[in-house]
């Protein structure tokens, strides 16, 4: 399995999957607790700053897994 994700691996952008983890997850269920989800995310000072190599929704699962 791990060789398999080294395998998979491409660029992805984590700003867009940081927000849509957050925006299709956990807002609604933040909103119910009366909690105010907000994704902080500084300016990017060059176009790669919040790029890594990855599997996405691999990269997902464990944003959604400490999140949630």
Avoid: C, H, W
């Avoid at 299709?24 to 190599?53: H, M, N, Q, V």
Wanted: charged content about 25%; proline content about 6%; cysteine-free.
């Amino acid at each position: 399995d791990a060789d398999l994700a080294r395998q998979q691996r491409e660029p992805v952008d984590m700003v867009v999957l940081l927000e849509s983890v957050t925006s299709s997850l956990f807002r609604d269920k933040a909103s119910d607790l009366g909690i105010d989800l907000e994704l902080k995310i500084p300016p990017s000072t060059t176009p790669d700053t919040y790029t890594i190599f990855g599997n996405d929704s691999r990269i997902a699962q464990v944003v959604t897994n400490l999140v949630d």
